[in-house]
């Protein structure tokens, strides 16, 4: 017989588990290495290993994360009624 609320512990454990992995999986679907990445992006394999661990990540930090990986990143807000896709452009130095 399961323990009261077992079902609900897993799960969140589940989800914590594979938020913290949601950029380590995007790369590895990619087939990228992250000593590859690295030399893309300019900054060390180690610096790479802690942004894909992060749970709080700067928006150009992932936009240069994603366009590495050889994608572009979309941003949207999603709402009861519809979704809104953001237009969040990098900012140019004037």
Known sequence: MARPGAAKRVAALRDELLAEVGLYELRRSREVSQAALAEALHISQGAVSKFEHSD???LSTLRQYVEALG????VSARFDDRTVNLDIKPRTVA
């Open 71 to 74: 994608g572009r990143l979309e």
């Open 56 to 58: 709080d990540v700067r």
